[in-house]
């Protein structure tokens, strides 16, 4: 998580971007930025309004986003975003050990590729998918040939949504309400007081904007952020009990 300096820098920096696709008439681009990067950008989103801004990260599912600055409408052209999926994948999968996020991340960042440059890595099975910018996918191509004791090949490939959607498990839970701080505090099975504090410490993000708004009632789709534990989906109501409290439904990503 970036600190209040280099947040500031960033600040700065979005504004550069802005003005620059304004006076040149071109669209320019920021790197992969994180939640808390992208919050930066929220608050001065007003500010940068006049460029055109939008925001992606590969896929839907994407939580590491590129923000653009100018639009279609304004430049009479339309450039796309400098963001490519590849595909690393064992060499020889029945050999091949279990390896998480971590380990393909890990793995990347050994080969000198600096974090801002790769957006996010899906994990399924012993394969993963992971968005970069398009300037290092021939390195990343060329150079990652091993993640732990795995030797593995990286390639280039097009983004369908079964690659790019993470495993989400259906969980069930009883609550007093669907206010965000209770839901969080079942869900990570922790006290009321440490949920309380998520909030305060700017941790806790809903549909990739941070809140501190510990009351907030949940609703259908709503996807939920808790830096250091994870994330899930709220699903719906699903009635009460018959001691008053409610049975609510979640996909907790894995």
């Known amino acids: ?92 999968s029945k050999f091949a050990e279990q390896l998480t996020h971590r380990d393909f991340l890990g793995a990347i960042m050994n080969l000198g590729i600096e974090r801002c440059t790769v957006g996010d890595i899906f994990v399924q099975d012993k ?47 009883t609550v007093s309400s669907p206010r965000i701080d209770t839901v969080i505090s079942k869900l990570y099975n922790i006290a009321r007081s440490r949920s309380l504090e998520l909030f305060r410490s700017g941790r806790v993000y809903v549909n990739g904007r941070l809140t501190e708004n510990n009351s907030y009632t949940l609703k259908r789709e709503d996807s939920v952020t808790v830096r250091g534990f994870g994330r899930f989906v709220y699903m719906e109501d699903q009635g009460e009990t018959r001691k008053g409290k409610v049975r609510i439904s979640l996909e907790v990503y894995r």
Do not use: W
């Not at 550069?16 to 808390?36: C, H, K, V």
């Not at 653009?68 to 060499?91: A, D, T």
């Not at 150079?143 to 498990?169: D, F, W």
């Open 127 to 173: 394969e993963a998918v992971v968005f970069c910018q398009e300037g290092i996918a021939d390195y990343l191509i060329g150079n990652l040939e091993q993640v732990k004791h795995t030797h593995v090949r990286c390639e280039m490939t097009e983004v369908t949504q079964q690659m790019a959607s993470p495993v989400r498990e259906p969980v069930s839970l």
């Open 1 to 92: 998580m970036a600190d209040d300096k280099e947040l500031q820098q960033l600040k700065k920096r979005l504004l550069e971007l802005a003005e620059r696709s304004y006076n040149s008439g071109i669209y320019t681009f920021t790197p992969f930025l994180g939640l808390s990067e992208q919050q930066a950008f929220y608050e001065i989103q007003r500010e940068v309004a006049y460029a055109g801004t939008d925001m992606e990260g590969g896929c839907p599912m994407c939580e590491r986003k590129m923000i653009r600055f100018g639009s279609p409408e304004s430049m009479g052209y339309e450039v796309q975003y400098p963001i490519v999926c590849l595909r690393i994948k064992p060499l020889q």
